[in-house]
């Protein structure tokens, strides 16, 4: 424990260091790591200062040879040599329960299920409901690709947010959201139900996953917009094909195809990623596959009410009022919940 704390404590120095700068400053792909780097590990420093100074109190009485010292050295050991089990298990505990992807920045893949066009609406609600919450956030959204249902609706929508936490903040909203409301079409006032699946992936980076070129096909298309209008002359939308799993990506954001095809790639990456999560959580029977299977659109997560102004989210079993709030993107009561909840499980 005495050397990994050292090191925690002289990489966070040294990351200050580095910002102050002025060389590494200029570097913006540099300082955004160093960045993330510090939010993943300055929650613990003040644990880690209570180690080392219990450490050198300890280390200082040993060494004290003065009579009239001795004493209170003695006694200030005596109180550190306490408190330092104490400490010593918070810092395991932080260090153990801490998941090195929370960090990351996020893909979100929303697609409208089980309800027609209504479905399609809901999904563009939930898409606008992140994008609303990432902006709360501070975080920079991008839409990879998205896909227009005739309603006004969204059929599918690929979102990259990039932020410091992100995909701690949003892994658990993967799942099945369930609507209940009463359609602008309904002539009779009846409630009908309809669905739309969320996907959260971590971001991947270019070690976490290999990639053969030769397991890949590209294809592509011109960009549209919305109602099918050509946005642009040239085929510089990207469509990659994954061709041992099957797994499709698109992206049509950008105007040039080489950056279509990066974002493309990055959106493949971290798909196979989690792919490959999943399935090494499941080997293992480990206790974090809740988390690790955040990305899963097949279990029903959550009920937004209409009528009754209320939010159920299935794995609490709790409800939630203020839903137009809740839509507009303050879904913090319910991430913080859901963090606490998942806090609880992994600890007992």
């Known amino acids: 424990m005495f050397d990994h704390v050292q090191k925690l404590h002289a990489e966070y120095q040294e990351l200050q260091q580095k910002l102050q700068d002025p060389v590494v400053f200029q570097d913006h792909t540099a300082v955004a790591k160093i960045q993330k780097r510090l939010a993943e590990i300055e929650p613990l420093m003040p644990l880690v200062r209570q180690y080392i100074d219990c450490t050198n109190?300890?280390?200082?009485a040993q060494e004290i040879q003065e009579e009239e010292l001795k004493d209170i050295a003695q006694e200030e050991a005596q109180k550190a040599q306490q408190k330092l089990p104490v400490i010593e298990e918070q810092l395991k505990k932080e260090l153990s329960e801490k998941d090195p992807l929370d960090e990351r920045n996020v893909i979100?893949?929303?697609?409208?299920?089980?309800?027609?066009?209504?479905?399609?609406?809901?999904a563009a609600e939930l898409l606008r409901m992140y994008l609303r919450y990432a902006e709360k956030q501070g975080w920079k959204t991008e839409l990879l690709d998205k896909s227009d249902a005739e309603s006004g609706g969204v059929?599918?929508?690929?979102?990259?947010?990039?932020?410091?936490?992100?995909?701690?903040?949003?892994?658990?909203?993967?799942?099945?959201?369930?609507?209940?409301?009463?359609?602008?079409?309904?002539?009779?006032?009846?409630?009908?139900?309809?669905?739309?699946?969320?996907?959260i992936l971590p971001e991947?980076?270019?070690?976490?996953?290999?990639?053969?070129?030769?397991d890949l096909r590209m294809?592509?298309?011109?960009?549209?917009?919305?109602?099918?209008q050509h946005?642009?002359?040239?085929?510089?939308?990207?469509?990659?094909?994954h061709i041992p799993s099957g797994v499709v990506v698109a992206c049509q954001s950008e105007r040039s195809q080489f950056q279509n095809r990066a974002r493309a790639m990055e959106h493949l990456r971290s798909k196979l990623y989690q792919h490959q999560r999943e399935q090494e959580a499941k080997e293992r029977g480990d206790l974090r596959s809740a988390q690790v299977k955040s990305g899963d659109r097949s279990d029903k997560i959550r009920t937004y009410n209409f009528p009754q102004d209320r939010v159920t989210d299935h794995r609490l079993g709790k409800n939630f009022h203020n839903l137009p709030g809740i839509m507009e993107g303050n879904l913090d009561p319910i991430i913080t919940v859901l963090q606490e909840e998942r806090d609880k499980?992994?600890?007992s």
């Open 155 to 199: 059929k599918e929508a690929i979102v990259h947010i990039e932020g410091i936490g992100a995909f701690g903040k949003l892994k658990h909203e993967g799942g099945v959201h369930r609507v209940q409301r009463i359609p602008e079409t309904e002539n009779k006032g009846r409630v009908h139900t309809s669905a739309a699946s969320v996907a």
């Open 108 to 122: 979100i893949e929303v697609r409208a299920g089980t309800g027609g066009e209504e479905a399609a609406l809901f």
């Open 345 to 347: 499980e992994m600890n």
């Open 219 to 228: 294809d592509t298309y011109r960009a549209s917009g919305a109602g099918g």
């Open 231 to 241: 946005v642009n002359k040239t085929e510089s939308a990207v469509r990659i094909t």
């Open 57 to 60: 109190t300890i280390q200082e």
């Open 204 to 214: 991947a980076e270019e070690q976490d996953i290999e990639i053969r070129t030769e």
